[in-house]
């Protein structure tokens, strides 16, 4: 027997849209990192890139479970000394609700060159809205 690897040319990249009202935060992640990374099809490859589009729309409608909601922060570093920086989710969720969601894919993604090309093909969007509608996404329901 001989491994498949499937060729760059076989790879069917579909369209699926996540409508993240009233869902909670890390499970709604878990499940669009599995699609961009394209675990849910058979021809997977962990060192290609077989992965799908996400589109998650109403991102200001996630919600967390237990404390979280009081007790999650945000790390970022400026670069000078001392220059750490602690955002609650609650003014991230406020300011950029996007980026909510878009830091818990990239925490599950691989952290390499492949993991950040599969980040590009998630968009995420704060209202119902989205400019995506040509491609005639499908709803993936998580």
């Known amino acids: ?3 498949y690897t499937p060729k760059a040319t076989e790879i069917d990249r579909r369209w699926w849209i996540v409508d993240a009202d009233d869902q909670v935060l890390g499970r709604l992640a878990s499940q669009v990192a599995q699609v961009l990374r394209g675990k ?3 021809m ?3 060192h290609l890139d077989t992965g799908d589009y996400v589109v998650v729309v109403n991102a200001d409608k996630i919600r967390l479970t237990g404390k ?3 007790q999650k ?5 400026t ?3 001392g220059g750490d920086k ?3 989710f609650a003014k991230m969720k406020a300011e950029h609700p996007e980026r909510v969601i878009e830091l818990a894919v990239k925490g599950m993604m691989p952290k390499n060159n492949l993991g950040r090309l599969m980040q590009k093909k998630l968009k995420v969007y704060a209202g119902s809205e989205h400019p995506h509608e040509a491609q005639q996404p499908e709803k993936l329901e998580v």
């Open 40 to 42: 849910h099809k058979p």
């Open 44 to 46: 997977y490859t962990p």
């Open 86 to 88: 602690h955002i609650p």
């Open 1 to 3: 027997m001989k491994t």
């Open 68 to 70: 979280k909601e009081e």
């Open 79 to 81: 670069g000078y000394m």
């Open 73 to 77: 922060t945000y790390f970022r570093h």
